[in-house]
């Protein structure tokens, strides 16, 4: 097999993991959206287990990790942050940063604008618009910088800022699953074992290691936000370095029995 016959049976097989994950997550899935689908996973290797997409109101979103990921795989060189302060009000909660993405150590740079304030950010992160109007800066510039057309959802209006479109509030309202989704992201439990069969991983050493990295007796006494901060940390582990994973999986496997 020629190496260009390989890449493209790794990407169909990327992409039919992701349709069927977004077909578990988000319900059906029109087939426009899937040909979209199959375009982003193969042109910038984006992951639905990994929370790299969203699927909202029938459209495909990218996501902050999704952006980071991309300008990590091509290599980017830097971005930096600025705070706008001649256009922020602090005492009002209105934040603006300029966000510049420097793709290779001699690049002028890409620019983006990000802003947020308690009108246009979701009560779920009141208080925190800083940090928002900084990731939705770093989002422009790098959708810019790499040429990406979709919008990334942490820039959406609507979502972050309005009550949820009502499709997505039922979805919402109607789970009570653990591990469940709540903004229409897959269940943790759907992203973990997508990723496990993406890269051929054991799930036994897997839950090992992730209870370790919870520091939780098990992956059942973690919190939502640890799991979350682990299916991310082994989605970038698995991407950068699978060998090394494998050797770190490896690490926690129970050694034999030596009988007398």
Same mark, same amino acid.
């Given at each position: ?5 390989? !890449? ?9 993991? !992701? ?27 984006? /992951? ?21 990921? %991309?300008?990590?795989?091509?290599? =980017? ?29 001699? /690049? ?9 304030? &308690?009108?246009?950010?979701? &009560? +779920? ?22 040429? %990406?057309?979709? =919008? ?12 949820? $479109? $009502? ?6 309202? !109607? ?17 973990? =074992?997508?990723? %496990? ?7 036994? +050493? ?7 990295? =919870?520091?939780?007796?098990? %992956? ?8 979350? /901060? ?19 999986? !490896?690490?926690?496997?129970? $050694?034999?029995?030596?009988? &007398?």
């Amino acid at each position: 097999m020629t190496h260009m016959e390989d !890449n493209v049976k790794r990407r169909l097989k990327a992409f039919r993991l !992701n349709a069927k994950l977004a077909v578990t997550a988000w319900g059906e899935v029109s087939q426009a959206a899937l040909r979209s689908l199959k375009e982003l996973t193969g042109r910038y290797t984006l /992951s639905v287990a990994a929370g790299d997409l969203q699927f909202l109101d029938g459209r495909w979103y990218v996501t902050n990790a999704g952006l980071l990921g %991309i300008a990590q795989r091509r290599r =980017c060189s830097g971005i930096k942050t600025v705070l706008q302060k001649e256009l922020t009000d602090s005492a009002a909660n209105r934040w603006i940063f300029k966000a510049t993405v420097y793709k290779t150590a001699r /690049s002028k740079g890409f620019v983006g604008y990000g802003d947020a304030d &308690p009108s246009n950010v979701s &009560p +779920l992160v009141r208080g925190a618009e800083m940090r928002v109007a900084e990731t939705r800066a770093v989002n422009r510039a790098l959708r810019k910088a790499y040429g %990406i057309g979709l =919008c990334s959802v942490e820039e959406l209006g609507w979502l972050s800022g309005s009550p949820n $479109p $009502p499709q997505v509030r039922r979805q919402q309202e !109607n789970s009570h699953v653990p591990n469940g989704s709540n903004n229409g992201q897959p269940r943790l439990r759907d992203r973990l =074992c997508l990723l %496990i069969r993406e890269y051929s991983l054991d799930p036994t +050493l897997v839950k090992a290691y992730a209870a370790d990295f =919870c520091g939780t007796p098990t %992956i059942k006494d973690a919190t939502r936000e640890l799991v979350e /901060s682990f299916i991310s940390h082994l989605a970038a582990s698995a991407k950068e370095n699978r060998d090394g994973l494998v050797c770190k999986l !490896n690490s926690y496997a129970q $050694p034999a029995e030596v009988k &007398p």
